[in-house]
């Protein structure tokens, strides 16, 4: 069984670009969500995906937008980068929508993003 | 809107000895599950146990157990016969029942001393 793989492991951009986190799901897991974790922080939701739709969004700007793929594999894409973009960005895949299951969350190890 | 609070930024415990971590949470929710993630320093978060709030029956995992009071909503974890492979950052989360959003503390940074 295949765990949740993301990649790039480390990038810096800078402010105003935009950049592209993949995530691929534990083989099986058909919704992936998209966590920040700034540093000293509890991760902070971003969005969900499910069956290639946005499921569900924490409060982030438009500029934070993501895509699920046919495969479950998914992306994350953010615009105009700003300093306290800077983070760890944690992508988790679980089989199924909550309820009726504990819906627990299986994780990468992250993409570190440091915008300078 | 949901809250988790660990109050605990630092915790060290000998090897071999017990150690409880805290967790307080907020909601109106009567329905909710709650877990403890493990984050060692190669970042991969792990789940460590969960908790569903309609069991008054405390989860275990091992040498890994809660105290859930709901009426109180506190959610501790007992680390018991630590070993040097529990060092990392210790996070709660909590999840509506029917929701899709984990709510995560701060986290509790746990040194295991040999």
């Known amino acids: 069984e295949t765990g949740v793989t993301q990649s790039p492991t480390h990038l810096i951009k800078t402010r105003g670009q935009q950049v592209t986190l993949r995530c691929s799901s534990q083989s099986g897991h058909n919704t992936v969500s998209w966590y920040q974790q700034a540093l000293g922080q509890g991760p902070q939701f971003i969005f969900q995906y499910y069956r290639e739709e946005e499921n569900g969004r924490g409060n982030f700007p438009p500029r934070f937008s993501g895509l699920q793929f046919p495969n479950y594999s998914s992306e994350l894409n953010v615009n105009a980068l700003e300093l306290d973009d800077s983070a760890l960005y944690l992508c988790?895949?679980?089989?199924?929508?909550?309820?009726?299951?504990?819906?627990?969350?299986?994780f990468g190890e992250g993409s570190r993003l440091t915008v300078l | 809107a949901q809250t988790v609070t660990q109050s605990q930024p630092e915790m060290s415990v000998q090897e071999a000895e017990t150690v409880t971590l805290s967790c307080t949470y907020d909601t109106s929710e009567s329905d909710y599950y709650l877990f403890w993630y493990k984050q060692p320093p190669s970042r991969q978060m792990i789940l460590v146990i969960r908790q569903e709030a309609y069991k008054q029956q405390n989860a275990t995992e091992n040498r890994f157990s809660v105290n859930f009071q709901k009426a109180a909503k506190s959610f501790s974890l007992k680390i018991s016969d630590s070993q040097l492979g529990d060092a990392a950052m210790y996070f709660c989360a909590y999840r509506r029942q029917t929701g899709n959003q984990f709510y995560f503390g701060t986290g509790t940074s746990l040194t295991v001393i040999p």
């Open positions: 988790a895949s679980r089989i199924g929508l909550a309820g009726g299951n504990t819906g627990e969350l299986f």
